[in-house]
């Protein structure tokens, strides 16, 4: 379970005129402890906040690869890069086409090399399906899906920004979700019988 660790700031007042001033020294050395103890109390704060990585490492993924390195982070699938992830990393797609059905369940960027050369064309189903919250998509092409791209609640806040969505039944599919973000993306030739084949969503 993730945990705030609060901070507290204790205003220092001056001793009443009838008080012995402290020496230097001792003085110096209660500052540096206060100090050392708040920079204790800071690290623990940003490392028990939602969705931290200590060191945020950027995934490689690309399908001519001879097989996956794990000691150089490089992956053969989105998937497989995916599944190795922390959140708050970076899943880099170099030029290919991906035959997966993808599920992101952590908090992280996706980036494909370029939207008309990167390609995640799935088997079956949907091409991507989003899992969790904070998770940002871009530049690449999703051809051939039931559904492009899916999020539901609980999930929230996802970014689209340079997508193109070409031949598939949907586009996206946002389900009872709040703060989905799309730009500079395109979405053309859906097969959907919706009037909103491209877009598809619903809301409580």
Do not use: C
């Not at 660790?5 to 008080?19: I, K, Q």
């Not at 100090?35 to 950027?58: F, K, R, V």
């Not at 990393?89 to 980036?111: H, M, P, R």
């Not at 609980?154 to 997508?163: A, E, F, R, T």
């Amino acid at each position: 379970m993730s945990e705030w660790v609060s901070l507290a700031f204790v205003e220092n007042r001056l001793p009443p005129a009838s008080t012995p001033p402290k020496s230097p020294g001792v003085q110096t050395f209660r500052l540096s402890r206060l100090l050392a103890a708040a920079g204790l109390l800071a690290i623990l704060a940003i490392a028990l906040a939602p969705d931290w990585s200590a060191s945020a490492t950027i995934r490689y993924v690309d399908d001519s690869y001879g097989g996956d390195n794990p000691g150089l982070n490089q992956w053969t699938t989105i998937q497989k890069a995916i599944n190795n992830a922390s959140n708050g990393d970076t899943i880099y797609i170099f030029a290919g086409t991906y035959a997966e059905s993808v599920i992101v369940n952590k908090t992280l960027n996706v980036q494909g090399e370029s939207r008309n050369s990167t390609i995640v064309d799935p088997l079956i189903g949907s091409a991507l399906s989003t899992q969790a919250n904070n998770v940002n998509l871009s530049s690449f092409t999703v051809v051939g899906a039931l559904y492009g791209v899916t999020i539901s609640s609980p999930y929230v806040n996802l970014v689209i920004d340079s997508l193109t969505f070409e031949q598939n039944t949907r586009g996206l599919s946002a389900n009872l979700v709040t703060n989905v973000t799309v730009s500079t993306s395109y979405f053309g030739n859906h097969s959907g019988s919706s009037n909103a084949s491209a877009l598809f969503g619903s809301r409580g």
